[in-house]
């Protein structure tokens, strides 16, 4: 008997340039072509593993232009496609995914200390899961993880249940 893996990936959106000092809402060229690099190194090797096609993907992100592009960007790398353009919103030529805006993904009010996330993300990711009731991170006011994680539930259990009671493989969220 084989055993059926399934995957939901919840990835947080790709870097962004600042024009006077105002972030944008749209993907760097760089990290553009870091999220490809990952979406084969990481997705990948788990669709061709379990064989997953295009009608077997769901993809949820929220209104902002940067979590499209980004969960775009990863399909296309892992399913080693191209992309139509950098600007705008990116499409990728594969018919058959599931795709749709939820708004479960959009956390209006998250708070991060983001020049310690710029500086170092993985200690900074490290830290805030480690400790979870933390509300603030090298004296800056952060949403708690745990907040996070409490309103997140609902989301969490819907796609969750989605991959156990459809013939889904893959689900990919971005925030």
Not at 41 to 64: M, S
Not at 138 to 151: D, E, L, M, R, Y
Not at 152 to 163: K, N, P, T, W, Y
Request: aromatic share 8%.
């Amino acid at each position: 008997m084989k055993t059926e893996r399934k995957m939901l990936l919840w990835t947080r959106h790709g870097n962004t340039h600042a024009i006077d000092g105002q972030k944008q809402d749209t993907l760097t060229p760089e990290s553009v072509r870091s999220l490809y690099m990952k979406g084969g190194a990481i997705l990948r090797p788990f669709i061709l593993d379990e064989d997953v096609k295009h009608n077997e993907v769901f993809l949820r992100y929220t209104e902002k232009k940067r979590t499209s592009q980004t969960i775009m960007v990863l399909i296309a790398g892992a399913y080693e496609d191209t992309l139509s353009g950098l600007e705008g919103d990116f499409a990728i030529s594969k018919p058959g995914l599931d795709i749709e805006i939820d708004p479960k993904l959009d956390f209006k009010d998250l708070k991060f200390n983001e020049k310690e996330m710029e500086r170092n993300y993985e200690n900074y990711l490290r830290d805030w899961i480690s400790n979870p009731d933390a509300a603030e991170y090298k004296g800056i006011p952060i949403t708690p993880f745990n907040a996070v994680i409490q309103s997140s539930r609902e989301l969490i259990r819907d796609s969750l249940q989605r991959l156990v009671d459809t013939e889904m493989k893959l689900g990919v969220l971005g925030t």
